[in-house]
């Protein structure tokens, strides 16, 4: 049997940057079971990475984001 997992858009707050992308959720999952059961790091897909002001740091297809460096996470 394989496992299915769902994408979630995402939007991160760190102290320095935005990251927007996509998180995998196993199907049925919800964002707080997820960041309860996360690791350190929080991996995000197809992400766009900015500063406060908005200018672009990096597109990337993957990204680790420290968990403890997280402020905000938001599902769009």
């Not at 200018?55 to 984001?65: G, P, Q």
């Amino acid at each position: 049997m394989t496992k299915r997992d769902d994408k979630t858009r995402v939007t991160i707050l760190t102290e320095n940057y935005r990251i927007v992308g996509d998180i995998h959720l196993v199907a049925g999952a919800r964002l707080t079971d997820y960041l309860t059961e996360a690791k350190s790091f929080i991996a995000v897909t197809d992400a766009q990475v900015t500063d406060h002001s908005g200018r672009e740091i990096m597109n990337t297809a993957f990204v680790n984001v420290n968990r403890d460096r997280a402020e905000v996470i938001v599902p769009d």
